[in-house]
């Protein structure tokens, strides 16, 4: 019994290793498979069908650039933010956001009972100084005569120059409030004050209306001049050393991105933010009335051309999120046969694209298919499931 149990295991044992030999040139038959079938064959007229041209990498002068993300921005002297300086009841406005107003264009008016008082104080003080110059003439000349003492000639001295300081004083705070000189030195006294437009611009906020009272920190009115618009961007610490002032910049905005837009570098802040950004000042080529204030922008600097291996960008095909190149193997029939391999893009400019991974010199003196490459992946996938591709 023992013995015929010995040979049961030893006729078990051979039995597997010889199964295990035979599967073990299937799964390198099937390995060969998956290997085969990133190579297509074409007989010379599907070859001449599918317009197939080759050609190899090259080296092309092309520009490196620094992509940067930004908003379109306004300078400070082009944004003004307007409120009433003595602050006061709005009586008339028909500004509206969107409006477009001109320098010096009436925009509106406010009324507060204390301009009264004002003009009450300026007429009196030019009263005032009126009296104390003809006061400081009389004294003069009877200094002359030795009549009247030294001190009353420098206490009049000292009357007219105080009343004209405060008549400054007071010019001023009219000025400033909007209340017309011409009319005042008239006679003519208003408890109302005119706001003018300081630019020309569009009117972007609007935080009044008829009969609110504002203080003299509220802000009434914001007007943008969009004549003089830049580009602020945000540039990443390690592209730093890359930028240099008037370097060319190729933009497009979120409202737009068909249409490019350029710029040049203008100032680069020496600063670099928590987001470890550095912000980049850009100057518009020409001004773009389709451009808006705070516009998303997305933006590539040219840094400089470099000779960097190079491809058509037809040569390059996608599939499943990479990049691929044909490359044309040696004869071995009258069929031809082209191998698909990935490749990484880098820089594309002018109808070619870096390849930054051009690997091996053969890869680098290969004959790649710069023509015709999306027939050959469409004919490979498509007839993936039989293997070689015929």
């Known amino acids: 019994m023992k013995n015929i149990l010995m040979l049961l295991c030893l006729l078990a044992t051979l039995t597997f290793c010889t199964k295990k030999e035979e599967k073990e040139p299937e799964s390198a038959e099937h390995e060969h498979h ?27 002068s092309l520009s490196d650039v620094i992509t940067a ?12 933010s307007i409120s009433a300086p003595l602050g006061g009841f709005v009586r008339e406005t028909d500004l509206l ?30 009263g005032k100084l009126e009296y104390a110059r003809l006061d400081l003439n009389r004294q003069t000349e009877l200094s002359k005569e030795n009549i009247n003492a030294q001190k009353i000639l420098q206490l009049a001295a000292a009357e007219v120059k105080t009343q004209q300081a405060r008549l400054a004083g007071l010019t001023e705070r009219l000025k400033t409030a909007g209340i017309s000189l ?9 408890n109302k004050a005119a706001i003018y437009a300081p630019i020309s611009g569009s009117v972007t906020t609007v935080n009044v209306n ?3 009272y504002v203080n003299p920190t509220d802000v009434m009115f914001e007007i943008v001049d969009t004549d003089h618009l830049h580009v602020e961007l945000s540039v990443f610490e390690q592209d730093i050393p ?20 350029l710029a040049k570098v203008y100032l680069i802040n020496q600063k670099i933010n928590e987001d470890r950004t550095v912000r980049v000042h850009c100057h518009l080529e020409k001004d773009d009335p ?8 997305k933006a590539m600097i040219e840094s400089g051309a470099t000779q960097l291996p190079a491809l058509p ?30 490749v990484v893009r880098g820089i594309s400019e002018n109808g070619f694209t870096q390849i930054k991974s051009p690997g091996s010199k053969e890869m680098q003196t290969a004959r790649i298919v710069i023509g015709g490459a999306y027939a050959l992946l469409s004919k490979l996938k498509n007839s993936g499931e039989e293997g070689h591709a015929h």
Do not use: C, W
Not at 37 to 56: D, M, P
Not at 291 to 297: A, E, I, S, Y
């Open 182 to 190: 011409a009319a005042l030195e008239k006679g003519t006294i208003s």
């Open 34 to 60: 998956e290997e085969e079938t990133n190579v297509v064959e074409l007989t010379q007229a599907q070859y001449e069908s599918a317009k197939i041209q080759t050609g190899t990498i090259s080296m092309r």
């Open 242 to 261: 890359r930028l240099k002032i008037g370097q060319l910049v190729r933009f497009t905005v979120s409202n737009n991105p068909q249409k490019e837009h």
């Open 210 to 212: 008829i009969g609110k």
């Open 313 to 342: 960008d037809q040569a390059i095909v996608d599939f499943e999120g990479k990049s691929y190149v044909f490359i044309q193997q040696k004869e071995a029939g009258p069929e031809m046969h082209f191998e698909m391999r990935e």
């Open 69 to 80: 993300n930004g908003v379109i921005d306004i300078p400070p002297q082009n944004l003004v």
């Open 97 to 126: 956001q969107g409006m477009k107003v001109r320098k010096g264009q009436l925009i509106a008016t406010i009324e507060n009972p204390d301009f009264i008082q004002i003009q009450q104080d300026y007429l009196e003080t030019q």
């Open 290 to 297: 389709g451009l808006l204030p705070q516009n998303f922008v």
